[in-house]
């Protein structure tokens, strides 16, 4: 049968699915390495060519949105009328008839070096490093995984931005554990993001203010290597519990972004690319200026410590080609770079709509084209 529509041209389609479904469709396509708007595509396709699919329960279905090519829309509105199912039924029945055809190519895997760790980071501050990570960790969480986000600057805007309070400065917090003023623990601070269809496996661990204390008494320290290696002995317990640990760090090259980035080197065993630092960045020179410090304090860092600390890649955020030759021309510096760009994030609404009614943005707008970017970047951060 040839298909009366172009691929290239799509149109915006809505429908009501369960959540266990919709949640099934994602992991699935993000074990395969395909959009989810492809997926539909040929989970319908395929149901076109069927005389009829068994039904699907769609009871307790909520809003489902994707982009199918113009005319496949109208073909699967047709053939549900014959058939005598609605189309959301219709819609779910292809889904299904997708997912059927494609076995989960990957085993459980087995880690013999805790979880794997992200590090986001850039010496520049306002370039979006906390909507990235926050982004790119519900979207690994979507895909099937057991992730924590951490909130590694006392700043404290990812855990504003997620609606949640910053740990008091007189309980304990990661700060104290790091430097042993505090017996409790760890896990107890963790809190379940909820939303989405990474509920149940996304957690956060907030800020506390007292972390602005945390350089200058690690500077004091004459305690050997504390300083480097304080976030990872905390944190041993708590890698069993996650396959990724996301951390959210400030804009500094202190000591703090020191014990970061130990945290996130390739340990010994470890497959390469498994762990290390995710870089922000927006098209425009002063990026370009606070990357080449940071890149200097890696590499001071590994000199000294014999590691070696993996590029994962760049992440280009707030991109406006409106903004014109600086933007592009910058855009065009990034992806000539050695490491990858591992995706270009557009100056949308939906980011700062997320950010004001302060929930996650894949629970917000899990649709928008910056969430489905943020997927394609998580996609990639798995190989």
């Known amino acids: 049968m040839t298909a009366p529509y172009s691929p290239d041209d799509r149109q915006k389609v809505v429908a009501k699915l369960p959540p266990e479904l919709r949640r099934e469709l994602k992991v699935r396509a993000a074990e395969l390495d395909t959009d989810i708007q492809d997926a539909v595509a040929a989970g319908v396709t395929s ?3 069927l005389e009829s699919h068994h ?20 073909e699967l509105k047709r053939a549900c009328k014959p058939r005598k199912v609605s189309y959301n039924q219709g819609m779910a029945q292809s889904i299904r008839l ?17 979880a794997c760790r992200l590090v986001f980071g850039n010496q520049k501050g306002g370039v979006g490093k906390t909507s990235v990570s926050a982004g790119v960790a519900q979207a690994l969480a979507e895909s099937g995984k057991r992730v924590l986000l951490i909130d590694f600057d006392p700043q404290g805007h990812l855990t504003r931005q997620l609606g949640y309070a910053m740990l008091d400065i007189d309980e304990a917090s990661l700060a104290k554990h790091m430097l042993g003023d505090a017996e409790s623990d760890l896990q107890a601070l963790l809190v379940p993001i909820k939303g989405g269809d990474f509920e149940d496996r996304l957690w956060l661990l907030p800020a506390c203010k007292d972390a602005f204390l945390l350089d200058a008494k690690l500077a004091t320290t004459r305690a050997v290597r504390i300083k480097e290696t304080a976030l990872e002995r905390v944190m041993a317990e708590l890698e069993r519990e996650f396959d990724y640990i996301i951390l959210d760090c400030p804009p500094s090259l202190g000591y703090t972004m020191d014990t970061a980035l130990y945290y996130g080197r390739t340990r010994e065993g470890e497959k390469p690319r498994k762990s290390g630092i995710v870089i922000v960045v927006q ?3 002063t990026s370009g200026d606070a990357y080449d410090m940071l890149a200097d304090q890696m590499d001071d860092l590994c000199d000294d ?12 955020n707030l991109y406006d080609a ?13 992806q000539n770079m050695e490491e990858p760009v591992l995706g270009v994030v557009p100056e949308l609404k939906e980011q700062r709509e997320a950010v004001r009614r302060k929930e996650p943005l894949l629970a917000y707008e899990p649709d928008c084209e910056q969430a ?3 997927r394609k970047i998580a996609r990639r951060i798995q190989g």
């Open 283 to 285: 098209a425009e020179d």
């Open 47 to 49: 149901w076109l060519a």
């Open 55 to 74: 039904t699907v329960d769609t009871s307790g279905g909520s809003s489902f949105s994707t982009y199918l090519p113009t005319g496949l829309y109208e």
């Open 98 to 114: 997708w997912l059927d055809s494609k076995s989960s190519p990957r085993p459980a895997p087995v880690r013999t070096t805790g």
């Open 305 to 316: 410590l014999k590691i070696e600390i993996e590029v994962m890649g760049f992440v280009v």
């Open 372 to 374: 489905q970017i943020l």
């Open 322 to 334: 409106r903004n014109g030759f600086i933007a592009t021309s910058s855009l065009q510096s990034w």
